[in-house]
């Protein structure tokens, strides 16, 4: 999820000045047209999944009614391990309430028995103020307020078993976080009987969700809903293993203030039904086109190897869409679903679209899906903005007519998620940094490339306040500011870090293998930091310990210039010193009265070093890493000291305007 970053994009135009230099498709379409729409219809393929026959469908008694006489056949290829199966049927009602029944089939990946499920309930998140995620957020998240009429609930109307067996009165809301009694976002099932390694269970419910206004990634506004985190879905129980697990067992959290979310991969076959009048975005791809009956429009979607299904809805949406492909790009159907006041920067959306595609394709593997669904709210649906769904993600809120880059930024961040967080999905609840980070890495990379924005790491190092480990459980940052601070910057920095170190050959190959390594599966920071030791052929274990294990940044200063008159010149000593984590080569410039530069490099070894250079003239000053290639430095005050002036006057002058800028970051918030 991108936080708000008109901010940043202002300053960093400004820290450059100041600085002065510092995506033709094998499947078949069938038509599903609307009225409202311009450009081409809306098309459907067809795949599906090679799951046991059963697994999912209703035995007993259905509460699915009514699906597809003809059914989309097995894919050709199984992406994921589909550790659960979902069949859900939902209705949009007055009010902006959801009412839908939903079968869900859990396969148990693991050898102990199971005696309880555990199923996320996220909208209860905002039920009241007494919930964790509202007290964590103070009702406020990336700028947005919820308003005091604007709460919203889950509700669970009905759960049973496959022979019809009610489970209500097995059920326990559970705080394993917090002990928040207040909050409900987390839901425990007794069940009947256990469940033995290797078995299936399906659960049968009904379920009704008020929705809140949106301020949280989901909600209503007006005419539009954004459903995301909208249905009952499963907790992930993790394997012996899995992410460094001892033990195997579920991975359970309350939703939180920070956190974003954690779930397995699967399958998702969901029936919306909406008002005749709207259209509907949605994760995957129709299996046939819309039909209208009793004064509503019934969609039917299907994914397969996604771990999430999202949708949207809105009777003003202007629908684009246009096959691509590319010689890393079999072929995917982009498809825009835009705010009325953007139409008119379609062309600039779908651009966005294709060159993320392309690119992350060839840097990280092929995207595998045959959809990417774009959503650009309203203006008053900004919270709503800048969010990850597999094959669906939501642009910044058209709230500016005449958006700068942040439109292409927003759109190439969200679309990066489609790989960190999509297909290599890590856990966002205690890891947040191996999807925001690296997403945030590979977004600025395209955005430098493809639109020439540079980016500027001092000014992004120098904003760090307050670092802190990044596997850190996103609740336990202290603020908002500080997550962002961390999962973003301070993740983004570590792997500039790296680039720097062993270059971007071969960061490139370290970057591919992990995601080619770890697709569709849940790594962890560990798992990363193997890839990067087996690509470089050496420990990394030092630098992981600091930068991502623990809560350090570099910190290098010039301590002490002396000069002493000899008879055929000067000897000139200086002093640096380490007040930070380690790094392995810090270059050194020598600037002398006369003009002339030398460099030299300091290993890095100890707390401190002298050098002594002889020369014809004394040396003027001396400045750590003039170029700014330690990335993961922030306090550059202190890397540059003039020699002229007295101990007592001697001034820190080292860039002035970074530490102005520096200053000004500070009081900034995500």
């Given at each position: 999820m991108t936080p708000a970053r008109t901010k940043i994009v202002l300053l960093s135009t400004l820290a450059l000045g100041l600085l002065a230099g510092t995506l033709w498709f094998a499947w078949q379409p069938q038509s599903q047209s609307d009225p409202q729409s311009i450009g081409q219809p809306l098309y459907g393929s067809l795949s599906e999944s090679a799951l046991a026959p059963n697994m999912g469908k209703p035995l007993g008694a259905n509460i699915l009614p009514d699906l597809p006489k003809n059914p989309p056949q097995p894919a050709t290829e199984i992406l994921s391990k589909r550790v659960v199966e979902y069949h859900i049927d939902v209705s949009l009602e007055k009010g902006q309430v959801l009412r839908g029944t939903e079968t869900l089939t859990w396969r148990h990946p693991g050898k102990k028995t199971v005696n309880d499920l555990y199923l996320h309930l996220y909208p209860n998140?905002?039920?009241?103020?007494?919930?964790?995620?509202?007290?964590?957020?103070?009702g406020k998240l990336r700028g947005d307020t919820m308003p005091k009429d604007g709460f919203g609930s889950m509700t669970l109307t009905e759960l049973k078993t496959e022979d019809g067996l009610s489970l209500m009165h097995r059920i326990q809301y559970v705080q394993p976080d917090d002990g928040n009694a207040g909050d409900r976002s987390l839901m425990k099932v007794r069940l009947p009987k256990p469940v033995r390694g290797g078995e299936e269970i399906t659960l049968y419910m009904k379920f009704e969700v008020k929705l809140p206004a949106i301020f949280a990634r989901m909600g209503a506004t007006d005419d539009f809903v954004m459903a995301g985190q909208w249905f009952p879905k499963l907790s992930v129980y993790e394997t012996a293993g899995q992410r460094g697990r001892a033990e195997e067992g579920w991975n359970l959290h309350q939703y939180h203030g920070n956190s974003e979310f954690y779930a397995d991969f699967g399958i998702y076959s969901v029936r919306i039904r909406v008002p005749e009048t709207h259209i509907v975005a949605a994760t995957g791809f129709p299996t046939r086109g819309a039909v209208r009956q009793n004064g509503q429009k019934i969609y039917q979607?299907?994914?397969?190897?996604?771990?999430?299904?999202?949708?949207?809805?809105?009777?003003?949406?202007?629908t684009v869409e246009e096959p691509f492909s590319s010689a890393e790009v079999p072929g995917v159907k982009i498809?825009?679903?835009?705010?009325?006041?953007?139409?008119?920067?379609?062309?600039?959306?779908?651009?966005?679209?294709?060159?993320?595609?392309?690119?992350?394709?060839?840097?990280?593997?092929?995207?595998?899906?045959?959809?990417?669904?774009i959503v650009v709210p309203p203006k008053s649906g900004n919270g709503a903005g800048g969010m990850e769904y597999p094959t669906l993600i939501?642009?910044?809120?058209?709230?500016?007519?005449?958006?700068?880059?942040?439109?292409?930024?927003?759109?190439?961040?969200?679309?990066?998620?489609q790989y960190f967080y999509g297909m290599v999905a890590n856990n966002e609840f205690e890891e947040p940094w191996l999807d925001e980070g690296f997403t945030s890495y590979a977004e600025e990379r395209l955005m430098e490339q493809e639109y020439g924005l540079t980016p500027n790491l001092p000014l992004q190092s120098g904003q760090i306040a307050s670092p802190q480990p990044?596997?850190?459980?996103?609740?336990?940052?202290?603020?908002?500011?500080?997550?962002?601070?961390?999962?973003?910057?301070?993740?983004?920095l570590v792997l500039q870090g790296i680039e720097r170190q062993v270059g971007m050959k071969k960061m490139d190959r370290i970057m591919r293998t992990y995601v080619q390594t770890y697709r569709f599966k849940h790594p962890s920071s560990q798992d990363f930091q193997r890839i990067v030791e087996r690509a470089t052929g050496r420990s990394w274990s030092h630098y992981f310990e600091q930068y991502v294990y623990d809560g350090q940044m570099a910190d290098f200063s010039v301590d002490h210039i002396t000069n002493q008159k000899l008879e055929n010149g000067y000897e000139a000593v200086v002093t640096v010193s380490k007040k930070g984590a380690d790094y392995p080569k810090i270059p050194v410039?020598?600037?002398?009265?006369?003009?002339?530069?030398?460099?030299?490099?300091?290993?890095?070894?100890?707390?401190?070093?002298?050098?002594?250079?002889?020369?014809?003239?004394?040396?003027?000053?001396?400045?750590?890493?003039?170029?700014?290639?330690?990335?993961?430095e922030n306090k550059h005050i202190n890397n540059s000291l003039k020699a002229e002036l007295d101990e007592k006057q001697q001034t820190r002058w080292n860039v002035s305007v970074t530490k102005l800028l520096e200053t000004l970051l500070g009081s900034l918030s995500w």
């Amino acid at each position: 999820m991108t936080p708000a970053r008109t901010k940043i994009v202002l300053l960093s135009t400004l820290a450059l000045g100041l600085l002065a230099g510092t995506l033709w498709f094998a499947w078949q379409p069938q038509s599903q047209s609307d009225p409202q729409s311009i450009g081409q219809p809306l098309y459907g393929s067809l795949s599906e999944s090679a799951l046991a026959p059963n697994m999912g469908k209703p035995l007993g008694a259905n509460i699915l009614p009514d699906l597809p006489k003809n059914p989309p056949q097995p894919a050709t290829e199984i992406l994921s391990k589909r550790v659960v199966e979902y069949h859900i049927d939902v209705s949009l009602e007055k009010g902006q309430v959801l009412r839908g029944t939903e079968t869900l089939t859990w396969r148990h990946p693991g050898k102990k028995t199971v005696n309880d499920l555990y199923l996320h309930l996220y909208p209860n998140a905002f039920s009241s103020m007494e919930t964790t995620f509202m007290k964590e957020s103070g009702g406020k998240l990336r700028g947005d307020t919820m308003p005091k009429d604007g709460f919203g609930s889950m509700t669970l109307t009905e759960l049973k078993t496959e022979d019809g067996l009610s489970l209500m009165h097995r059920i326990q809301y559970v705080q394993p976080d917090d002990g928040n009694a207040g909050d409900r976002s987390l839901m425990k099932v007794r069940l009947p009987k256990p469940v033995r390694g290797g078995e299936e269970i399906t659960l049968y419910m009904k379920f009704e969700v008020k929705l809140p206004a949106i301020f949280a990634r989901m909600g209503a506004t007006d005419d539009f809903v954004m459903a995301g985190q909208w249905f009952p879905k499963l907790s992930v129980y993790e394997t012996a293993g899995q992410r460094g697990r001892a033990e195997e067992g579920w991975n359970l959290h309350q939703y939180h203030g920070n956190s974003e979310f954690y779930a397995d991969f699967g399958i998702y076959s969901v029936r919306i039904r909406v008002p005749e009048t709207h259209i509907v975005a949605a994760t995957g791809f129709p299996t046939r086109g819309a039909v209208r009956q009793n004064g509503q429009k019934i969609y039917q979607f299907y994914a397969d190897d996604v771990h999430d299904f999202a949708w949207s809805a809105s009777p003003n949406f202007v629908t684009v869409e246009e096959p691509f492909s590319s010689a890393e790009v079999p072929g995917v159907k982009i498809k825009l679903y835009l705010d009325p006041s953007h139409k008119e920067l379609k062309g600039r959306y779908m651009s966005a679209a294709k060159a993320a595609l392309s690119y992350y394709s060839k840097w990280y593997g092929p995207y595998p899906y045959s959809t990417l669904s774009i959503v650009v709210p309203p203006k008053s649906g900004n919270g709503a903005g800048g969010m990850e769904y597999p094959t669906l993600i939501t642009a910044a809120a058209a709230g500016n007519l005449n958006p700068g880059y942040s439109l292409e930024r927003t759109l190439v961040h969200e679309i990066g998620h489609q790989y960190f967080y999509g297909m290599v999905a890590n856990n966002e609840f205690e890891e947040p940094w191996l999807d925001e980070g690296f997403t945030s890495y590979a977004e600025e990379r395209l955005m430098e490339q493809e639109y020439g924005l540079t980016p500027n790491l001092p000014l992004q190092s120098g904003q760090i306040a307050s670092p802190q480990p990044l596997n850190r459980e996103s609740w336990k940052y202290g603020s908002a500011a500080e997550y962002a601070q961390n999962a973003y910057s301070r993740g983004k920095l570590v792997l500039q870090g790296i680039e720097r170190q062993v270059g971007m050959k071969k960061m490139d190959r370290i970057m591919r293998t992990y995601v080619q390594t770890y697709r569709f599966k849940h790594p962890s920071s560990q798992d990363f930091q193997r890839i990067v030791e087996r690509a470089t052929g050496r420990s990394w274990s030092h630098y992981f310990e600091q930068y991502v294990y623990d809560g350090q940044m570099a910190d290098f200063s010039v301590d002490h210039i002396t000069n002493q008159k000899l008879e055929n010149g000067y000897e000139a000593v200086v002093t640096v010193s380490k007040k930070g984590a380690d790094y392995p080569k810090i270059p050194v410039q020598f600037t002398f009265k006369d003009g002339t530069t030398i460099f030299k490099a300091w290993d890095g070894a100890g707390k401190s070093t002298t050098f002594r250079i002889k020369s014809t003239s004394p040396v003027s000053y001396v400045t750590l890493d003039p170029l700014y290639t330690i990335a993961l430095e922030n306090k550059h005050i202190n890397n540059s000291l003039k020699a002229e002036l007295d101990e007592k006057q001697q001034t820190r002058w080292n860039v002035s305007v970074t530490k102005l800028l520096e200053t000004l970051l500070g009081s900034l918030s995500w």
